[in-house]
């Protein structure tokens, strides 16, 4: 079988794309994966590091609703459409699986041009116009949240890699935090803001650090590949270790006892699903699905949620101190978390792409 996957910009499309393409080789090793991306997105360096084939088209940026802006968009998107069509019929594809983002709409309007079958994956409760589109054409629609409002939409979860699907996180606590250079009998925070980076994450989190530390708990912060520090913490016990990026994202949740990050539909599909209680902060501009990720685990009792505005060291410090400071907190919030969770859902969805 021959499948194409279109889902390129952020790790938030890239990484289930690939979590599928890694499932349906484990059920088909002879399963054909081409993956469309654009060449401004994460996925020239996620796609092949992974060892898929990567094609690129051109990226046509979509507004979230209808709107004037389209009017200036037919000529770029009809030049998209065509280099997926050619992408189509060059791999002689017998199935497109989309997770929205840039490549996602033309790559839906070249396998409706090409009578292909679409399958559409959405992972966020309100999916933008890309995955809107594809689902009126679409063979099966699957989701990775339970409030998705497309229509005739399958809760499955949203497929994971496997590292982190299968991670044992308790049993891997001691060596994971070695392999950061972390003691392994102190509180551990992880603080992120996802696969770019959160500035007001990191602002705060740097200035609640002398506080943290002093009360015991140590710090493993990843600022994003594109930010940087004015200065260093100061070295010391407990440690402050900062990182630009992080590529084995398995071995930072299996060290933390708690994170303070982004709510994006990944960011909460994987921390549920190894049980990672954390203090999530959505984003606050776009069409408000981080909120929404938020509160679903905040209402389960696996996390808390606090509006990007209102993050403050001070919070940090009055919220989230407390729980590190308390293992029998920790555990139930880690237990709740685990509730709500999907680990299956590659395989889920790649034994329905398989059955096309």
């Known amino acids: ?67 004037p802006a389209l009017l200036s968009m037919p000529g770029r998107l009809s030049g998209a459409i065509n280099a997926a069509a050619a992408v189509l019929d060059k791999v002689r594809a017998d199935a497109l699986v989309g997770f929205g983002g840039y490549v996602a709409a033309p790559a839906y309007l070249a396998a409706k041009r090409r009578g292909i079958p679409i399958i559409v994956h959405e992972a966020n409760p309100r999916p933008g116009l ?4 594809g689902a009126r054409y679409a063979a099966h629609i699957f989701s990775g949240h339970p409030e998705c409002s497309l229509p005739k939409a399958d809760y499955i979860g949203t497929p994971l ?8 996180r308790f049993s891997m606590g001691d060596k994971a935090r070695s392999w950061f250079g972390l003691q392994t009998d102190r509180p551990t925070l992880l603080v992120f803001g996802g696969s770019q980076g959160a500035r007001s994450l990191n602002h705060a989190a740097l200035a609640a650090a002398p506080t943290l530390r002093r009360a015991g708990v140590q710090v493993l912060h990843m600022l994003g590949p594109k930010n940087t520090l004015d200065e260093e913490p100061p070295p010391g016990d407990p440690q402050y270790v900062v990182l630009p990026y992080v590529d084995r994202m398995e ?24 049980g990672l209680p954390a203090a999530y902060v959505p984003l606050p501009i776009g069409n408000g699905e981080q909120r929404i990720n938020a509160a ?10 606090i509006d990007d505005s209102d993050l403050t060291p001070d919070w940090i410090i009055q919220n989230v101190l407390p729980i590190l400071r308390d293992p029998n907190r920790v555990a139930a919030m880690s237990e709740a978390a685990s509730a709500l969770g999907r680990k299956d859902a590659d395989v889920v969805l790649a034994r329905k792409v398989l059955s096309l």
């Open 1 to 67: 079988m021959r499948v194409v996957l279109a889902g390129g910009g952020t790790a938030g499309h890239i990484e289930p794309a690939l979590a599928l393409a890694e499932a349906m080789r484990r059920l088909d090793p002879s399963t054909s994966i081409t993956c469309l991306g654009t060449e401004r997105g994460l996925e020239t360096r996620l796609v092949p590091a992974r060892g898929y084939d990567l094609q690129l088209i051109p990226a046509v940026p979509l507004p979230r609703t209808l709107t």
């Open 130 to 133: 890309a995955n809107r589109l």
């Open 161 to 168: 890699r496997g590292q982190i699907a299968s991670l044992e």
């Open 251 to 274: 071995l930072a949740y299996a060290a933390a006892d708690l994170a303070l990050c982004r709510a994006g539909a990944l960011t909460c599909a994987e921390l549920t699903a190894v």
């Open 296 to 305: 679903t685990i905040e209402r389960g009792g696996g996390g808390l949620m």
